[in-house]
């Protein structure tokens, strides 16, 4: 059987907040989602102090700064949905709560539309 006989298992997404930007106030789960994923989807709004504890390899900063230049919505939602299909674990990491202060209402409805 040859690799394209097989397919894939799908990987997963986490819509994860930072919460206040402290790296010791991240919820547990949140630490270990950081620790443990192949890649992390950032903007600036985490802060550095968080950011910067991440291995570089593993994280892409899709530029999106508060009042200044940004990567579009749609381009984000893309490369979310991309990853997963690549069977990655992505962690989309957010300023505050992801829900409450971003956009993480409509990331997870775009997923959820493009989950085979």
Request: glycine content about 12%; proline content about 6%.
């Amino acid at each position: 059987m040859s690799g394209t006989d097989i397919e894939a298992d799908p990987g997963t997404v986490y819509l994860v907040g930072s919460g206040p930007g402290d790296p010791d106030l991240l919820t547990v789960k949140a630490k270990r989602l950081l620790e443990e994923s192949d890649v992390v989807l950032h903007d600036k709004l985490p802060g550095p102090e968080i950011i910067d504890t991440l291995p570089e390899d593993r994280r892409e900063d899709v530029g999106k700064r508060a009042g200044g230049e940004r990567t579009p919505q749609s381009e984000i939602n893309e490369r979310l949905v991309e990853l997963a299909r690549e069977g990655k674990s992505v962690v989309r990491l957010k300023g505050g709560d992801s829900f409450v202060f971003g956009r993480g209402g409509e990331e997870a409805e775009y997923l959820a539309a493009h989950e085979e």
